[in-house]
Nanobody
């Protein structure tokens, strides 16, 4: 059984940066992992993915601004978010890709506002 706990969100001004962390209790070393987000009134969307070997992929809306990384030894996945925009405001979650219902955590709130 794996438990995923997200952290690192907060309030930031447009153009600012945040680094999100996803700590896994249980091994995720062989799993493709992803960061997802859900804005108010919208469906949850996939933002970025990373394979066990470190290959990455990004949604067009965040390409060039966000970077996903992982440390398999620490069972942790990161999302570095730069040049944040108000439209990045959402609750951010990590999960496997494709996601598993039992792995959804509480998420971490990111608010981009002046």
């Amino acid at each position: 059984q794996v438990q995923l706990v997200e952290s690192g969100g907060g309030l930031v001004q447009p153009g600012g940066s945040l680094r999100l962390s996803c700590a896994a209790y249980g091994s995720i070393s062989i799993a493709m992992m992803g960061w997802y987000r859900q804005a108010p009134g919208k469906q949850r969307e996939l933002v970025a993915t990373i394979t066990s070997g470190g290959s990455t992929n990004y949604a067009d809306s965040v390409k060039g601004r966000f970077t996903i990384a992982r440390d398999n030894a620490k069972n942790t996945v990161y999302l570095q978010m730069n040049s944040l925009k108000p439209e990045d405001t959402a609750v951010y979650y990590c999960n496997t890709n494709p996601p598993r219902d039992r792995y959804w955590g509480q998420g971490t709130q990111v608010t981009v506002s002046s």
